[in-house]
């Protein structure tokens, strides 16, 4: 191919990779899952449950999708993570109880495991043919503000379609969404350069080694597992803002607004990811980043201890965005591993980093259901809290390996 071709590719690639996402990502069902779950036939603990099951089967099939990734195809990894997100929502419309809505989050936990790694790892390598990899976290940060439009055009409009289709036609159009995902990513060029040869064992002992070399190196340990806790901390905040709403009576139809609020946060945090690292330097804004996710659980903690219906709707709004900054978090911190690792193995040490990020936040939800079912949302607020320390305490092992602006 002439160099016109090859940046021709990268750009027609990169351009159905936004497509793609976007579609992926128009998930009208986020602000009233909560609601469309418990009218199923679960409780609020149960659905925090539920999520921590949708990361564990996520969790099991992280480092085999990763591998696939970089001895086949991540192209093709993509595509089938497409199909089972689109078997997923089709599940969950027929699904009634706990254990049918669990099997549709486990097809989620597995289409999951398939994207994670692998949508990065095309992008860098795709990035590579022309030699602009360089700009990555800038690239990344427009695909990753594509599917955060989604998210917020979606989140917008989520409450009120719920209230006129119902739950299960909001989930049969999350499914028709997914149908077009998958034939965009068929013309996504394939990128053969890149497949792993093992030489040496099994594919699984090849896998497994990588995984272990890559958690044995302290400077990728702790670049992996500073942004996996924080991740965490966001994920239950956001899936506790539904519970705190109908706690405080805030109208249904205002959902859909305040989780706009959150992915229209989460576009300005995902388009300048690169400009605020860049202004501030990794380490001030992992520091920004804790600030954020401490004021966010203490507004929530507010929320519950107030009658005033004009501050909650104000605090609930500011508690909406804290989550977002994740985006960033997530984006500097992918950035630094790439540029630590090989092509031949980006796939499976991506794939490690979401499994370590998808087990902690399991963890996280695990403990939540018991503390919301037995103690209630303070309760839980206050483990959030409490749990900031090894949080700052991770940052500072993390600090050493990485330069101040």
């Known amino acids: 191919m002439t160099k016109k071709e090859i940046n021709k590719s990268v750009s027609r690639g990169l351009n159905i990779l936004r497509f793609g996402w976007f579609c992926h990502n128009l998930m009208f069902i986020i602000p009233v899952i909560v609601l469309v779950y418990t009218q199923k036939g679960i409780t609020v603990g149960d659905f925090f449950l539920i999520q921590g099951i949708f990361r564990i089967a996520a969790f099991l099939f992280e480092i085999p999708s990763g591998y696939l990734s970089d001895r086949f195809s991540r192209k093709n990894v993509l595509i089938i993570g497409t199909i089972f997100s689109f078997l997923g929502f089709a599940e969950l419309a027929m699904a009634n109880g706990f254990f049918t809505i669990m099997l549709g989050e486990s097809l989620f936990g597995i289409a999951s495991a398939l994207y994670s790694g692998t949508l990065e790892a095309y992008t860098y390598d795709l990035m590579k043919r022309n030699n602009s990899q360089k700009q990555f976290l800038k690239e990344f940060g427009s695909i990753t503000t594509f599917g955060s439009t989604a998210s917020f055009i979606a989140s917008i409009l989520g409450g009120i379609m719920f209230m006129y289709i119902g739950g299960d036609n909001l989930l049969w159009l999350e499914a028709a969404f997914m149908a077009i995902g998958i034939f965009a990513f068929i013309f996504l060029p394939q990128l053969n350069e890149i497949k792993r040869i093992n030489k040496h064992g099994t594919a699984i002992r090849d896998a497994v080694g990588i995984t272990y070399n890559t958690l044995k190196n302290s400077k990728l340990r702790n670049l992996i597992f500073f942004p996996a806790l924080f991740s965490a901390f966001t994920i239950v905040m956001l899936w506790i803002l539904q519970p705190i709403m109908e706690t405080t009576h805030i109208p249904v139809e205002l959902f859909g607004f305040y989780i706009g609020l959150n992915q229209f946060a989460r576009i300005l945090f995902s388009k300048y990811a690169y400009k605020i ?4 330097g990794t380490i001030n804004t992992s520091i920004i980043t804790i600030l954020d996710i401490a004021i966010g659980i203490v507004i929530g ?25 994740q985006t960033t978090n997530k984006l500097q911190y992918n950035s630094l591993v790439h540029h630590s690792i090989r092509s031949t193995e980006r796939g499976t040490v991506l794939s490690t980093s979401a499994m370590v990020s998808t087990i902690v936040g399991a963890v996280f939800l695990v403990v939540s259901k018991f503390l919301l079912d037995e103690y209630g949302i303070l309760t839980t607020l206050w483990f959030e809290f409490i749990m900031l320390i090894p949080l700052i305490l991770s940052l500072k092992a993390t600090s050493k390996y990485i330069g101040k602006k």
Do not use: Q, R, S, W
């Not at 519950?304 to 508690?319: E, F, G, P």
């Open 277 to 280: 690292c860049d202004i501030f």
């Open 301 to 325: 903690m507010l929320m519950m201890h107030t009658n005033n219906m004009t501050m909650i709707y104000i605090l609930c709004a500011i508690m909406a965005i804290t989550p977002a900054m």
